[in-house]
């Protein structure tokens, strides 16, 4: 009876099984275009139900974002905080350190460079600047490495620590705009001062666009060569592959764990300094509209590449200056945001397809 059991469930063997293998390689570069599209027509259902035809919207978007030379200026001013946060979270994630508080890092960056101007607020431009990059710089790796001190010597998991400093870093904002950095003529604002001249980033032209878009070239530059061409790129790339053959070959992780999460906190917060002194001119409640939690989607958009990163952080900086733009015709500007959110799911998604695999149970 058994042996006529097991041949009858032989007979209803399928012929091949889907396995996933963790160890698969990165998904093709198409599977990235296949999840933006996915996601274009998912969100255009959406639209659709709210009666408007999504290609028009998607037009609308575009044209705002790039069919004139102040949304092309606007978008790329909205790109130079994502590139900068994608670069801090790209470097961390080399070395598989999830860090998700590039939001926290960002909002400390501008704290410390505000300090600048509120403590000394007659230093001239060529003292000012450079001290508010390097009190912002500082405040950032101090608090990246408020996730890196416990994720090596208390092994507390990094995605915990560095998104709960994510709302300390945002209380101690509102503490510092709705408290003794309250602009005392800003008729109740919750902001600092105006920063003078000399503690406002340069402009191009009549434009927003700062000289805060040189430190993000600057810094990809660096980013791009130390990681291809030197011994701690190489360091950092066989962490990422395979930690336990960098430990075998002698390589100390948790040194790497520390600088890297002071580099990667640093970035985000030079971000956070462009932002305040070059656009926003002060300190101010909300100062961010998400720069942190936007850039963990354009370093997963890019794989990591620093050709990729710029490519998908003038991508997100357009579909937020596009989803200003859609106000006009009476959708909300979080509709880049439901954009966002469906590429990242849609990316997620294909990446975790390339992972299975079609066995054969013959």
């Known amino acids: 009876m058994e042996n006529k059991g097991a041949k009858r469930e032989a007979s209803f063997r399928l012929p091949y099984r889907f396995e996933i293998d963790p160890a698969g390689r990165d998904s093709p570069w198409w599977v990235t275009i296949v999840s933006i599209g996915l996601a274009l027509i998912a969100c255009g259902i959406f639209i ?56 926290g890092q960002f909002l400390a960056g501008a704290m410390a460079a505000t300090a600048i101007t509120v403590y000394f607020p007659h230093l001239p431009m060529y003292v000012s600047i450079p001290a508010m990059v390097a009190a912002s710089i500082v405040a950032g790796g101090f608090w990246g490495l408020l996730t890196a001190i416990p994720r090596n010597y208390f092994q507390v998991n990094e ?9 300390v870093a945002m209380l101690a904002l509102n503490y510092a705009v709705f408290g003794p950095w309250k602009d005392p003529k800003g008729f109740n604002f919750p902001g600092s001062p105006m920063f003078t001249a000399a503690q406002t980033l340069p402009t191009w032209g009549t434009s927003r666009l700062h000289l805060g878009i040189i430190f993000a070239v600057v810094a990809l530059l660096i980013y791009a060569f130390m990681i291809r061409y030197t011994r701690w790129g190489y360091e950092l790339r066989l962490i990422g592959a ?76 357009g579909l937020i200056v596009g989803g200003y733009s859609v106000q006009t015709i009476g959708l909300p500007s979080s509709t880049s945001s439901m954009i966002q959110g469906a590429i990242l799911f849609f990316l997620i998604a294909g990446n975790m397809a390339g992972k299975f695999r079609i066995r054969s149970n013959r």
Do not use: D, Q
């Open 242 to 317: 395979n930690a336990e053959a960098a430990r075998n070959a002698g390589i100390r992780i948790s040194r790497h764990v520390l600088v890297v999460m002071m580099i990667s906190g640093g970035l985000a917060s030079l971000a956070g300094m462009g932002e305040v002194s070059g656009v926003a001119h002060r300190l101010m409640y909300g100062i961010s509209p998400g720069y942190g939690y936007t850039a963990i989607i354009v370093a997963w958009l890019a794989k990591l590449n620093p050709l990729g990163l710029v490519v998908s952080s003038v991508l997100f900086g």
């Open 48 to 103: 659709s139900l709210n009666g408007m035809k999504p290609i028009a919207v998607y037009s609308k978007m575009l044209n705002g974002a790039f069919g004139s030379s102040f949304g092309l200026t606007e978008t790329l001013v909205k790109a130079i905080p994502l590139l900068l946060c994608g670069l801090g979270v790209s470097i961390a994630y080399r070395i598989s350190v999830w860090n998700i508080g590039a939001e």
């Open 159 to 167: 995605l915990i620590t560095s998104l709960m400093l994510n709302y």
